[in-house]
């Protein structure tokens, strides 16, 4: 059992869910509500910890605080097979755990999507992220992630030194992050040269057609089954040289052990805490820009605050657009300022507003 570290921010309830009929074992934190009722994915994997949701809802504190929407953080995870025949029921109970935990908001993340979110609506009316059919702006589909890391890159690659038409891209993880980044990325002129999932990595030197690879992961299931490009292995993937790195799986796959074998000018961070500290820490004495993950993957989330305050899927895009661009702007032109990582100038802004509001709150 992980020991919970308290501080100023949180978190203010971590809740173990099981259900013994069922075998449904689930984690939720609420990290912290001073902005509004929290919103986070919830995860579902075999492997998913309370350590994991810990740390992950605290990344929705800091992200849904900097994207300035009126929401708190929090996060969830199912101890499942994401691909258990069970699924189905195993949302609807999770639902109906936490039916009156009603300052949490759950919304889709790894291993769950529209539909499990359709579930969970169904069961207590309360869920973002939902598919069209129920009003909702289903923000995998749209790729409203992939959206916003492609709009950070816009922002970021001047102030790592380079074009962003022409530039090389590398994507960890090609889910939904991953297809809409390379997709959007690749609409602004940038090449994808590889991408890589459990399965393994495929690559070219001069470049892959996105739209075929998308196809080839849809039809196939995995990008090594492309027709074009060369197969490598999954970790092969971090020694290619490129210009932009997109880690969009799992965390801490950027750690201690291969930071040094990395040869990239930008990492964006689709997945949420895909790099350790420590490794930040090496990137940054290395040369290599690297924007956080609560700043570069906060599409998604702004599209689900969106459709929970019922706008259009343009006004969505309009302001993932908006706000990605200015923090990005703002964090990078701190953190060059004060000679800081860009994840402690945009954790102290992010801190600052949250802060701000704990003071005008009773507890
Ligand atoms: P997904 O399940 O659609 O895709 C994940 C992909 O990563 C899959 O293709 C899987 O095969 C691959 N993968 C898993 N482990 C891998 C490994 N070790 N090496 C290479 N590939 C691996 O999930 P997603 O929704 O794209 O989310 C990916 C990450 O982005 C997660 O960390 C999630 O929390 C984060 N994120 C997602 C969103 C969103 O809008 N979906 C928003 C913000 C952050």
């Known amino acids: 059992m992980c ?3 308290y501080d100023e921010l949180g978190p203010s309830k971590v809740i173990h869910l099981y259900s013994k009929k069922t075998q449904l074992r689930a984690i939720v934190v609420v990290d912290n509500t001073a902005l509004g ?21 605290r990344t929705m504190t800091m992200k849904n605080s900097i994207a300035g929407i009126p929401h708190g953080g929090g996060k969830a995870g199912i101890m499942a097979d994401p691909k258990s025949p069970e699924k189905e029921r195993y949302f609807r109970v999770f ?4 039916k009156d935990l ?3 908001i759950p919304g889709p993340d790894m291993g769950s999507d529209e539909e499990a979110m359709a579930w969970v609506y169904d069961e207590i009316g309360r869920a973002c992220g939902l598919p069209e059919e129920l009003g909702g702006l289903p923000l995998d589909k749209l790729g409203a992630t992939g959206f916003g890391l492609a709009e950070c890159a816009e922002v970021a690659c001047t ?18 992050v991953g297809k809409a980044s390379a997709k959007f990325l690749s609409e602004k002129g940038a090449i994808l040269v590889a991408a890589s999932d459990t ?30 490009g060369t197969c490598l292995g999954i970790d092969e993937l971090f020694s290619i040289e490129c210009d932009i790195l997109i880690p969009a799986a799992i965390p801490d796959v950027i750690n201690e052990e291969n930071v040094y074998s990395i040869k990239t000018k930008l990492i964006l961070q689709g997945a949420n805490i895909p790099a350790t500290r420590a490794a930040e820490e090496i990137l940054m004495k290395r040369g290599i820009l690297s924007v956080p993950d609560f700043i570069a993957n906060a599409g998604g989330v702004i599209m689900a605050a969106m459709e929970y305050a019922k706008k259009t899927e343009r006004e969505a895009f309009e302001a993932i657009s908006l706000k990605i661009k200015k923090n990005t702007m703002r964090v990078l032109e701190k953190a060059m300022k004060e000679e800081a990582l860009p994840r402690a100038a945009a954790e102290e802004l992010a801190k600052e507003k949250v802060l701000k509001a704990m003071r005008c709150r009773e507890y």
Request: aromatic share 8%.
């Open 3 to 5: 020991e919970i570290q």
């Open 37 to 57: 009722p929290a919103i986070g994915g919830v995860r579902v994997s075999p492997l998913v910890s309370t350590e994991e949701v810990l740390r992950l809802a």
């Open 95 to 98: 639902a109906k755990l936490i």
């Open 102 to 104: 009603q300052e949490y």
């Open 159 to 176: 102030y790592a030194g380079f074009d962003l038409k022409g530039a090389r891209v590398v994507v960890q993880g090609f889910g939904s």
């Open 199 to 228: 399965q393994g990595t495929i690559y070219s030197k001069e470049g892959l057609d996105v739209n075929q690879l998308i196809e080839t992961k849809m039809s196939a299931g995995a990008v090594r089954y492309c027709k074009e």
